[in-house]
């Protein structure tokens, strides 16, 4: 059983995310996502005009005319939150908003009646949860984000999106949650985006998109240890990362994550 405090701020999200489903949403939630794609439903003879893709050969060649497979559209969708708890992910407010944006979007699923599920990962799958229907399945999902306790500091979004590639054979709306300080991804997320619908978001604090000139600055990397020394004497040094991805939001804890949000999917629907 949960603790008391975890079920009051489980709650508190909860109440948060609703309100936030109508404003980022607006009731238009199934117009910004493709269904999971065409399930079989007949077999017809072919007639003149039909896409020569959707011949069944084997029954072509068996009555020795052409016939069709005909197919409708599954408009049931399938979300998955990969959700990012690496060391870097507990700096300033980012697990809290993390934990917000991914009840956000777990609340809009149920509203839905569409499935949601979660992968917890650091540089390994901390924790999978399958896609489930219904609020309870959903505030599961958010109490486990906020109970985990990863047992690695690294971060390796490469492996997850792997994972995920060879764990759920449906297509899904698959929204990766990180600070995406990590390397060497770009090239499996392109591949991923080729059968899933994958968003990137990047929540980030102000603090790490760029450092003030000035000052010669000492970090220590929370996720392998390493010390790290930057010479800013001269010039501000920018921090900010350069995602070349077409699906990506980029989000600071000092602000309301649900102004991006909403922006990013005003301009899906537009398109």
């Given at each position: 059983?949960?603790?008391?405090?975890?079920?009051?701020?489980?709650?508190?999200?909860?109440?948060?995310?609703?309100?936030?489903?109508?404003?980022?949403?607006?009731?238009?939630y199934?117009s910004?996502?493709?269904?999971?794609?065409?399930?079989?439903?007949?077999?017809?003879e072919?007639?003149?005009?039909?896409?020569?893709?959707?011949?069944?050969?084997?029954v072509?060649?068996?009555?020795s005319?052409?016939?069709?497979?005909?197919?409708?559209?599954?408009?049931?969708?399938?979300?998955?939150?990969?959700?990012?708890?690496s060391s870097?992910?507990?700096?300033?407010?980012?697990?809290?908003?993390i934990?917000?944006i991914?009840?956000?979007?777990?609340?809009?699923?149920?509203?839905?009646n569409?499935?949601?599920g979660?992968?917890?990962?650091?540089?390994?799958?901390e924790?999978?949860?399958?896609?489930?229907?219904g609020k309870k399945?959903?505030?599961?999902?958010i109490?486990?984000?906020l109970?985990?306790?990863?047992?690695?500091?690294?971060?390796?979004?490469?492996?997850?999106?792997r994972?995920?590639?060879?764990?759920?054979?449906?297509r899904?709306?698959?929204?990766l949650?990180?600070?995406?300080?990590?390397k060497?991804?770009?090239?499996?997320a392109a591949?991923t985006?080729?059968?899933?619908?994958?968003?990137?978001?990047?929540?980030?604090e102000?603090?790490?998109?760029?450092?003030?000139?000035?000052?010669?600055?000492?970090?220590?990397?929370?996720?392998?240890?390493?010390?790290?020394?930057?010479?800013?004497?001269?010039n501000?040094?920018?921090?900010?990362?350069?995602l070349?991805?077409?699906?990506?939001i980029?989000i600071e804890t000092?602000?309301d994550?649900?102004?991006?949000?909403?922006?990013?999917?005003k301009?899906?629907?537009?398109?």
């Amino acid at each position: 059983m949960l603790p008391k405090e975890m079920i009051q701020k489980i709650r508190k999200i909860e109440i948060q995310s609703n309100q936030l489903v109508e404003e980022v949403f607006s009731g238009k939630y199934h117009s910004l996502f493709k269904g999971n794609g065409l399930e079989f439903q007949d077999i017809r003879e072919y007639a003149f005009g039909d896409d020569i893709r959707s011949i069944d050969w084997k029954v072509t060649a068996k009555y020795s005319k052409p016939y069709i497979k005909q197919y409708k559209e599954e408009r049931e969708l399938n979300l998955f939150l990969l959700i990012d708890m690496s060391s870097s992910t507990f700096f300033g407010r980012k697990k809290e908003f993390i934990s917000e944006i991914a009840a956000t979007l777990a609340f809009s699923a149920v509203k839905n009646n569409d499935k949601v599920g979660a992968v917890i990962f650091t540089d390994k799958v901390e924790k999978l949860i399958p896609s489930k229907k219904g609020k309870k399945h959903a505030l599961s999902i958010i109490a486990s984000i906020l109970n985990t306790e990863p047992q690695s500091k690294k971060t390796d979004i490469q492996e997850v999106l792997r994972f995920f590639k060879t764990f759920e054979k449906k297509r899904s709306i698959v929204f990766l949650i990180s600070d995406f300080f990590d390397k060497d991804y770009e090239k499996e997320a392109a591949v991923t985006a080729q059968k899933h619908d994958l968003i990137l978001i990047r929540v980030m604090e102000k603090a790490e998109q760029k450092l003030p000139k000035g000052a010669i600055f000492s970090f220590q990397d929370m996720e392998t240890g390493e010390e790290i020394v930057l010479d800013n004497l001269k010039n501000e040094i920018p921090l900010k990362l350069d995602l070349k991805f077409k699906n990506f939001i980029e989000i600071e804890t000092e602000q309301d994550f649900v102004k991006p949000l909403s922006i990013f999917f005003k301009r899906r629907r537009r398109k």
